[in-house]
């Protein structure tokens, strides 16, 4: 089966300082990251069906309202999620307060009404994955993700009520929907208000944004996705664990110290910090 790979651009438009204003209430559910839980290492916590589930069975049998501001991730978590969604008995109100790409909007679908913000965006597109194999395996990977492309563009279908022409021509070109257009292609069904939202970043959302940034060069730069996950969680940790300082601890920045607006134009950071982990 394929293994799903987050969107480097919905991953470089992700900003995960992006939060609801309103104080948490009981019977709300923020999805505030990746969905599902191969990135919690330095991304926090992953969106996952049984935190889904959990926060459902303690708001029981009431109204809930879910706020979304998530780049995407694993599909088969995410259909999971939007599925359980849809069982709630009582009313679901999605409020996307940010970015919901990838399987984050297929959850996006899941509610009566749909708010999303003005300056809010959503992405759908074809199914991101990584794999290995020869020729068959490639052919099989393949015929698997036409699958769930067309079991993604089922649900815009069913919500929007769009066409099944034009839902696959803004797949293929992975469409980046602002508010406006969302509302006008009736992917969603009005719009949030800005008092709803802040955007005063922690200090963890400042190392996320580093993080992110990294990430994402590293994956234009050709890094396999298993060495960037474990630079990327070997320098959260070396910045959440405060360690006596040495030679070695001079020669890589920290999270928290990288530029992210330098990565794109810095080959030369790239590839040091490729020879870093490869050494």
């Given at each position: 089966m394929p293994r799903f790979e987050l969107n480097p651009q919905a991953l470089a438009s992700w900003n995960p300082s992006i939060k609801a204003a309103v104080a948490e209430q009981s019977n709300s559910i923020t999805m505030y990251g990746v969905i599902g839980d191969s990135y919690s290492s330095y991304y926090g916590e992953g969106v996952t069906l049984s935190r889904i589930d959990a926060a459902l069975r303690s708001i029981g049998d009431n109204e809930v309202a879910v706020?979304?501001?998530?780049?995407?991730?694993?599909?088969?978590?995410?259909?999971?999620?939007?599925?359980?969604?849809?069982?709630?008995?009582?009313?679901?109100?999605?409020?996307?307060?940010g970015l919901a790409?990838?399987?984050?909007?297929?959850?996006?679908?899941a509610g009566?009404?749909?708010?999303?913000?003005?300056?809010?965006?959503?992405?759908?597109?074809?199914?991101?994955?990584?794999f290995v194999g020869n020729r068959h395996d490639l052919r099989s990977i393949a015929?698997?993700?036409?699958?769930?492309?067309?079991?993604?563009?089922?649900?815009?279908?069913?919500?929007?009520?769009?066409?099944?022409?034009?839902?696959?021509?803004?797949?293929?070109?992975?469409?980046?929907?602002?508010?406006r257009s969302s509302v006008d292609k009736s992917f969603m069904t009005?719009?949030?208000?800005?008092?709803?939202?802040?955007?005063?970043?922690?200090p963890e959302d400042t190392q996320t944004n580093a993080l992110k940034a990294l990430d994402v060069a590293l994956s234009k730069s050709g890094m396999p996705r298993s060495e960037r996950r474990k630079l990327l969680a070997d320098l959260k940790t070396s910045t959440?664990?405060?360690?006596?300082?040495?030679?070695?601890?001079?020669?890589?920045?920290?999270?928290?110290?990288?530029?992210?607006?330098?990565?794109?134009?810095?080959?030369?950071?790239?590839?040091?910090?490729?020879?870093a982990l490869t050494i």
């Open positions: 706020y979304i501001n998530s780049p995407g991730g694993d599909m088969f978590e995410g259909i999971a999620i939007y599925n359980r969604l849809r069982e709630h008995p009582k009313k679901v109100t999605v409020k996307v307060i790409a990838s399987a984050a909007s297929i959850i996006a679908m009566e009404d749909r708010l999303i913000a003005k300056s809010a965006f959503l992405m759908i597109h074809n199914c991101w994955s990584y015929d698997q993700l036409e699958e769930f492309d067309t079991s993604m563009r089922d649900v815009y279908i069913d919500t929007s009520g769009s066409s099944e022409k034009d839902i696959e021509e803004m797949m293929d070109r992975e469409a980046y929907l602002s508010g009005g719009y949030l208000s800005a008092d709803e939202i802040t955007t005063e970043a922690t959440e664990t405060p360690s006596k300082p040495s030679a070695a601890d001079n020669s890589m920045p920290s999270a928290t110290e990288l530029d992210p607006s330098s990565f794109d134009e810095s080959p030369c950071l790239v590839a040091s910090l490729r020879g």
